[in-house]
C-alpha cells in the first residue's frame, strides 16, 4: 500500500471538498499511513519531514475528531517555532473551510496576550502553539485542558510541562523528522502502544538535493564551517544547530 485516494479515508465530505480545492489529488504516502492510525484513536509516532505533507496527516484527523457543537478546548497542536504554528494553523484552517463551527487558533509568544485570552473565550476548539506561550496559559488559566483529548506534538521539546496538565485520557500523536533518544524518551514516557507510521527511507529526503557529510570534533566545527563558506561561497544557505546557544555563537 502506498498512495490512497481520499475517497478511499472515509472523510467527511466538507474534508474532500477542501482538499480538492487546495489542490491535492491523491493522499500522499504518510497521509495514507497516518491518516486512518490516528483516526482510530491509537497514539502515533509519525516519522517524516517537512514537505510530505505531514501537517495534512495529522491535520485531517484532528479536524474529524473536533465536535464544532462543543465550543471547549479540545485539541492542541505543539509547534517548536512562531512561523511554524502560524503556517500549521493556515494549513488547517483551509482545510477547514468548508465546516462549521471550527475555531483554529495560533498562540504563540510576542503576540499582545490579552487579544489571545479573548481569543481563546470566544470559543476555540483547536490551539495551535509554541510550548512557552502555551504554558504561560496553563499557569493563569486562560487555557483550559479539561475537554483536551488529542494532542498532537510537530517536532515539540518543551512539553512535559503541558502533557503533565492535561487529562489522563488522551490521544498523544507525534511527529518528528528524525527519531534521536530525546524523542524515543518523550514516546517512552507519554504515549501507550503507539504505533509508528513512516515514510520508507527513499522518501525521507528530497531527491534532487545532493548530500554530504563531514565528520569534524566539536572544537573544530566553527573553522571547518568557515573554511567550507570560503570554499563554495554559496549564495544562499541554511546552517542548522541543535541549540540557541550554538546559532547565536555562530552568527
Ligand atoms: P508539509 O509536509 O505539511 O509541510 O506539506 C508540504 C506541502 O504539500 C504543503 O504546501 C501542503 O499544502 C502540500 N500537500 C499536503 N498534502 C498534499 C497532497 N496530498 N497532495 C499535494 N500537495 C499536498
Given at each position: 500500500?502506498?498512495?490512497l485516494?481520499?475517497?478511499?479515508l472515509?472523510?467527511?465530505?466538507?474534508?474532500?471538498?477542501?482538499?480538492?480545492h487546495?489542490?491535492?489529488?491523491?493522499?500522499?504516502p504518510?497521509?495514507?499511513?497516518?491518516i486512518?492510525v490516528?483516526?482510530?484513536g491509537?497514539?502515533v509516532i509519525?516519522?517524516?519531514?517537512?514537505?510530505t505533507g505531514?501537517?495534512?496527516?495529522?491535520?485531517i484527523?484532528?479536524l474529524?475528531?473536533?465536535?464544532?457543537?462543543?465550543?471547549?478546548l479540545?485539541?492542541?497542536?505543539l509547534?517548536p517555532t512562531?512561523?511554524?504554528?502560524?503556517?500549521?494553523?493556515?494549513?488547517?484552517?483551509?482545510?477547514?473551510?468548508y465546516m462549521?463551527?471550527i475555531?483554529?487558533?495560533?498562540?504563540?509568544?510576542?503576540q499582545?496576550i490579552?487579544?489571545?485570552?479573548?481569543s481563546?473565550?470566544s470559543?476555540?476548539?483547536?490551539?495551535?502553539g509554541t510550548?512557552?506561550?502555551?504554558?504561560?496559559h496553563?499557569r493563569r488559566k486562560t487555557?483550559k485542558?479539561?475537554?483536551?483529548h488529542t494532542i498532537v506534538?510537530d517536532?515539540?521539546?518543551?512539553i512535559e510541562?503541558?502533557?503533565?496538565?492535561?487529562?489522563?485520557e488522551?490521544q498523544?500523536?507525534?511527529?518528528?523528522a528524525?527519531?534521536p533518544?530525546?524523542?524515543?524518551?518523550?514516546t517512552?514516557?507519554f504515549?501507550?502502544?503507539a504505533e509508528l507510521?513512516k515514510?520508507?527511507?527513499?522518501e525521507?529526503?528530497?531527491?534532487n538535493?545532493e548530500?554530504?557529510?563531514y565528520e569534524?570534533k566539536?572544537?573544530n566545527k566553527?573553522?571547518?564551517l568557515?573554511?567550507?563558506?570560503?570554499i563554495?561561497?554559496?549564495?544562499?544557505?541554511?546552517v542548522?544547530?541543535?541549540?540557541?546557544?550554538?546559532?547565536d555563537l555562530?552568527?
Open positions: 500500500m502506498e498512495e485516494k481520499f475517497e478511499e472515509e472523510l467527511c465530505p466538507e474534508i474532500l471538498k477542501a482538499v480538492k487546495m489542490g491535492f489529488e491523491e493522499a500522499s504518510i497521509q495514507s499511513k497516518a486512518p490516528i483516526m482510530s491509537k497514539d509519525g516519522q517524516a519531514q517537512t514537505g505531514k501537517t495534512a496527516a495529522f491535520g484527523p484532528l474529524e475528531k473536533i465536535d464544532p457543537k462543543n465550543k471547549k479540545q485539541a492542541i497542536v509547534c512562531r512561523e511554524l504554528a502560524i503556517q500549521v494553523a493556515e494549513e488547517i484552517r483551509n482545510l477547514a473551510k462549521h463551527g475555531k483554529v487558533l495560533p498562540i504563540y509568544g510576542g499582545e490579552v487579544k489571545q485570552i479573548r481563546l473565550k470559543g476555540t476548539q483547536l490551539v495551535i510550548p512557552g506561550r502555551v504554558m504561560d496553563m487555557m485542558m479539561d475537554h483536551v506534538l517536532e515539540a521539546e518543551d510541562t503541558i502533557l503533565e496538565g492535561i487529562p489522563q488522551h498523544t500523536v507525534l511527529f518528528s528524525t527519531m533518544k530525546a524523542i524515543l524518551e518523550i517512552k514516557q504515549q501507550t502502544n507510521v515514510v520508507t527511507k527513499k525521507l529526503t528530497v531527491p538535493i548530500q554530504f557529510y569534524v566539536p572544537k566553527e573553522e571547518v568557515s573554511r567550507l563558506l570560503d563554495y561561497t554559496p549564495k544562499l544557505s541554511v542548522f544547530c541543535n541549540t540557541k546557544k550554538q546559532g555562530l552568527v
